[in-house]
């Protein structure tokens, strides 16, 4: 037991290495603190050109940034390539072939030698946004996350062959929770016929979310799963799946949801309301997917920061340690929630499977055990 509180307690203290320059400037006032903490947290939540562990403030007033660039690819009359270094954190312009780009709110637009960023009359930049095909720090954690999972499973694979199916080493943590995917959501909601071709993209997109949100609440500070780009583009892998390996009897269910129980002209009326529907249906399954897993990893990190910050608000013996208190609490919970999203992200896609392999016997099977009931 005492061993375990000392493993949760490094944990928490490791997240709040990565917070470290909230409690740099000591004389700033606490509107400025509010301010600082702010900022800090949405720059947490935003991608980068550059992997930034932690910062801190000097003595001369200068901020100093621990971490590396990344490579900057940009194509602009062809392509530009340099390190994200030149912009000094934003805080410089870049040349390039005598072009400048300038890094403004996350994105980078080309500029003159001044720097000059012109605005719409909503207040939208109007500087030519060159195609971006950079490396940022969220494409290198699904990089890492990529290889990890190939070394991981690719030792589990070799460790079955080599040992009469028997797991050694990691594989022995990871081969019950391949056995949970396989006969916990996948065969009972697709089915023991049409279960084998769905599992290598369940097994997949499980282990990839739960890692990435792992990796999202240790010192290197990267929110992945909490960026909209990268759980639609999960989404969208789930709503192709679904409908490009949809059955006959899945269509028909759509565009002919009533089947044979009525007369063709009396569900006319009824099919202007229920085929809309079913269409919408089709996109509404892979938006809710995005949106919450979005939404949980997102509010995870701005709660979990926010309550590490209010710590360099109080200042005081009474909500400081109150503060901690609740860092900790919420930091356990995340971790459950890590793997939580991970688990009703796949269940779900699994669940959308189940309906795109569904058969015309099956229905007729699921509605006699129906009635049975």
Not at 130 to 136: N, V
Not at 195 to 202: C, D, E, H, I, Q
Not at 270 to 291: A, M, N, Q, R, T
Request: net charge neutral; hydrophobic share 45%; with cysteine.
């Amino acid at each position: 037991m005492q061993r375990k509180m000392t493993v949760k307690t490094i944990t928490l203290l490791l997240c709040l290495v990565s917070f470290v320059s909230f409690g740099e400037n000591k004389d700033a006032a606490k509107g400025d603190k509010k301010t600082e903490i702010k900022e800090y947290i949405q720059h947490h939540l935003k991608d980068s050109y550059d992997f930034s562990l932690t910062s801190y403030t000097n003595d001369a007033g200068e901020k100093v940034h621990w971490g590396f660039p990344l490579p900057v690819i940009l194509w602009d009359n062809g392509l530009k390539v340099f390190s994200s270094s030149k912009f000094h954190h934003g805080e410089t312009l870049a040349e390039v072939d005598g072009n400048y780009y300038k890094q403004y709110h996350g994105k980078i637009y080309k500029t003159d030698a001044q720097g000059t960023i012109n605005y719409d009359e909503e207040h939208h930049p109007t500087n030519v946004k060159p195609l971006d095909f950079s490396i940022t720090k969220s494409v290198v954690m699904i990089i890492i996350t990529g290889l990890l999972m190939f070394l991981l499973f690719r030792g589990l694979a070799k460790s079955y062959a080599n040992n009469g199916g028997i797991a050694k080493g990691f594989g022995r943590f990871f081969e019950p929770i391949v056995l949970y995917i396989r006969d916990d959501i996948a065969i009972p909601n697709i089915g023991e016929k049409k279960y084998m071709k769905y599992m290598p993209f369940l097994l997949t997109v499980f282990f990839f979310i739960w890692f990435l949100n792992i990796f999202g609440l240790t010192p290197l500070g990267v929110n992945v799963t909490g960026n909209l780009a990268v759980t639609a583009s999960l989404a969208i892998l789930t709503f192709l799946l679904t409908n490009l390996t949809g059955t006959k009897d899945y269509w028909k269910h759509i565009f002919d949801p009533l089947g044979d129980s009525m007369p063709w002209y009396a569900k006319i009326p009824l099919y202007i309301i229920l085929i809309p529907i079913e269409v919408l249906g089709i996109f509404i399954k892979p938006f809710s997917l995005l949106i919450r897993l979005y939404a949980n990893m997102q509010a995870g990190h701005i709660v979990l920061m926010s309550l590490i910050g209010l710590m360099f608000i109080f200042k005081s013996w009474i909500g400081s340690p109150l503060s901690f208190g609740l860092a900790f609490a919420i930091s356990l919970i995340e971790i459950l929630v890590a793997l939580l999203q991970a688990y009703i992200f796949t269940m779900l896609s699994a669940l959308y499977f189940g309906f795109a392999a569904e058969t015309h016997d099956h229905a007729e099977e699921h509605d006699g055990e129906v009635q049975h009931l």
